[in-house]
């Protein structure tokens, strides 16, 4: 398969009014909403990625990391072939794909720091494969995990309150040299 695009995801408007709507007070019908949601487009994933993302708040984490996981089995059955083949292009250009590619991003994070590095890095590289552009940064976690780093280390040098400033792109431009066969393709389109 050359490029997969997602379709167009009729529950994303619903999705995003109960985004909206979420305060400390209502979180139960939040996640009762979700829930049924996620029952009406079982491969729309941001649902999930809220309802993981709300019980990892609530401190419910073995919940969160199987809404998750269901996530990521349930993008795998959508994006790869039969032989379990990704595509060669599933690009964050297209705003049908970005809930598939966050779930896959999750995922990796969620290897990660379940020490599972091998999981994550793997994760992370094919995403960088299909990806290129890198939106989400993924060639970011490829690094720290060369550079055994820890996923909370990463978070405690890194985010800057749920932001990246320009110190990663320094420390990214000064240790990708120390791994050019890794990042070989990833260097021949922007690096050098």
């Known amino acids: 398969m050359k490029e997969f695009i997602d379709e167009d995801r009729k529950t994303s408007m619903e999705f995003y009014d109960i985004q909206d709507s979420i305060t400390e007070d209502n ?11 996620i029952n ?7 649902p999930y990625l ?16 199987k809404i998750i996981t269901d996530a990521y089995d349930r993008a795998l059955e959508l994006v790869t072939e039969k032989s379990g083949q990704w595509p060669e ?9 970005r809930h598939i590619i966050r779930t896959f991003v999750n995922m990796g994070l969620l290897y990660w720091k379940k020490n599972k590095t091998l999981e994550a890095y793997s994760l992370f590289q094919k995403l960088l494969e299909t990806n290129p552009n890198d ?3 993924v060639r970011y976690f490829m690094l720290a995990i060369l550079e055994k780093m820890s ?18 792109d320094n420390w990214f431009d000064g240790k990708v040299k120390n791994h050019k066969k890794e990042f070989n393709n990833w260097l021949e389109l922007y690096g050098e």
């Open 135 to 137: 939106n989400a940064g």
């Open 40 to 46: 009406k487009d079982r491969f729309y994933f941001d």
């Open 151 to 168: 996923e909370k280390e990463f978070n405690k040098r890194f985010d800057k309150g749920g932001y990246w400033d320009n110190e990663i």
């Open 27 to 37: 979180i139960p019908p939040v996640i009762k909403n979700l829930k049924k949601l």
């Open 89 to 97: 292009k599933l690009e964050w250009g297209w705003l049908e794909n």
């Open 50 to 65: 809220l309802l993981a993302d709300i019980f990892e708040r609530i401190g419910k984490k073995d919940e969160s990391e």
